[in-house]
């Protein structure tokens, strides 16, 4: 896959859409793909500047005994949308950096529009499924209910808005055979980068 590796691509979709499912589907392929949610956990243990900024932005009982306290972050992200934006201002900047850093040229990013991840890569693949399948999904793998499930997916853009502004789909709604549309996936990018580099 040499010609692909001189683009960056993104893996994008819905919570529930499959994403993990697709990159793994990569890594048959060679593919190591860099997760950003790992990556921004990751950070938020191991940084010292993430360490001091976040602690002066939710307090001193941000860290217990030198471990993240996930009690006091998700109590200060819930209290409000402008908390979630304080937080995700020191933390997305450090994820991205962390990316360019890494020598991978693949990320999976379920908010990549919303933390404007899409500046980093050159092509963005959309997983998606129907919404009944995406619900059963997280409803089955983190044992939650519909309802619980629903209000997860509002604070995501809507699917059909991330299609639009996704250059490719990968539809994964357990029908569709996920492996070829991933070696298809692989094929056109190749003959994108060709083009690029003409």
Known sequence: MEDVETLRIAITGGIGSGKS???RSLEQHGICVYDCDAAAKRLMRTS???RRQLTQLIGEDTYVDGQLNKAAVAGFLMQSEEH????????????????????????????????????????????????????????????????????????????????VRSDYEIVNDGICDVGQQVAHLLERLSESSKTIDA
């Open 21 to 23: 499912y697709v990159c």
């Open 48 to 50: 010292r500047t993430l």
């Open 84 to 163: 979630t934006q304080q937080v995700n201002a020191i933390v997305h900047p450090a994820v991205g950096r962390d990316f360019l850093r890494s020598g991978m040229t693949w990320m999976e990013c379920a908010i990549l529009f919303e933390s404007g991840f899409e500046r980093y890569v050159d092509k963005v693949v959309c997983v998606s499924a129907p919404i009944e399948v995406r619900i059963r999904r997280v409803m089955d793998r983190d044992g939650i209910t519909r309802e619980k499930t629903l209000e997860w997916m509002s604070r995501q853009l809507p699917q059909e808005e991330v299609l």
